[in-house]
């Protein structure tokens, strides 16, 4: 479950039938992992969801191993359920106090995600511990544009070096409009008519304040790409 990521060219990432679907938010994905060779390494995603996202990395993209990390129950039982992947594992734990030990990780991996922590710094540095040095911290996730320079602020002192940053937030209206009609439909079929108010801006559709937030350029969504110092 994200916003999704889309370009000028349609389906330009090869998937299995069975993924295309969620073509969408699978891109996402891949813009933030993809640019890192990752085969053989030693994941970790914080705040997996429902797990397709790990499933996707640990599928198309190779990891030796990858951990899905959720603070819900819940979530964590419906990925173990949903996603048996060899070398794929799902745990509960919080983004706050990851648990896992000093320099475990080859990367740490987190999609939009992290505008639901407390606090963001302390994530920050629960990432730097777990990371081994020369890892790799992949982001991605969105801010109010007035928020911005603080969140930069925040990753510029976390005692990782930024490789780099991009504005994402055309690419994730876009992929808004085209997934648009699905997720009216999903709602539709599944939500109660009480509850749908709260689902269309969930779920960012077209007309909802957070659709039209980062169409105007008032919500900005960034991927990075930062890095664990040798020494």
């Known amino acids: 479950m994200n916003y999704g990521f889309a370009t000028s060219e349609a389906n330009v990432l090869a998937l299995n039938m069975a993924d295309d679907p969620d073509r969408h938010g699978i891109q996402l994905y891949h813009h933030v992992v993809g640019p890192i ?6 994941l970790l995603e914080v705040g997996s969801g429902r797990g397709g996202g790990s499933s996707f990395i640990k599928r198309y993209l190779k990891p030796d191993r990858m951990i899905g990390l959720d603070l819900s129950k819940h979530a964590v039982h419906l990925s173990r359920e949903r996603h048996r992947v060899d070398g794929l594992e799902f745990r509960v734990g919080d983004a706050e106090n990851l648990p896992l030990d000093d320099g475990s990780v080859d990367a740490v991996i987190n999609v939009e995600s992290s505008h639901c922590y407390p606090s963001f710094s302390r994530f920050l540095s629960e990432v730097h511990r777990v990371l081994r040095p020369g890892g790799y911290f992949l982001y991605a996730d969105f801010r109010a544009r007035e ?10 002192e976390s005692g990782l070096a930024l ?9 994730v ?11 009216l439909a999903l709602i539709d079929r599944l939500v109660p008519r009480r509850l749908r108010a709260s689902f269309f801006d969930f779920a960012a559709v077209k007309g909802s304040p957070l659709f039209e937030g980062f169409k105007s350029g008032n919500y900005a969504y960034r991927s990075f790409i930062l890095r664990k110092p040798v020494s």
């Open 37 to 42: 060779d990752v085969r053989g390494w030693k």
């Open 147 to 156: 928020s911005v320079p603080a969140w930069h602020k925040s990753l510029m």
């Open 163 to 171: 490789v780099k940053e991009t504005d994402i937030t055309p690419n």
């Open 173 to 183: 209206v876009m992929a808004l409009e085209r997934d648009n009609d699905r997720k």
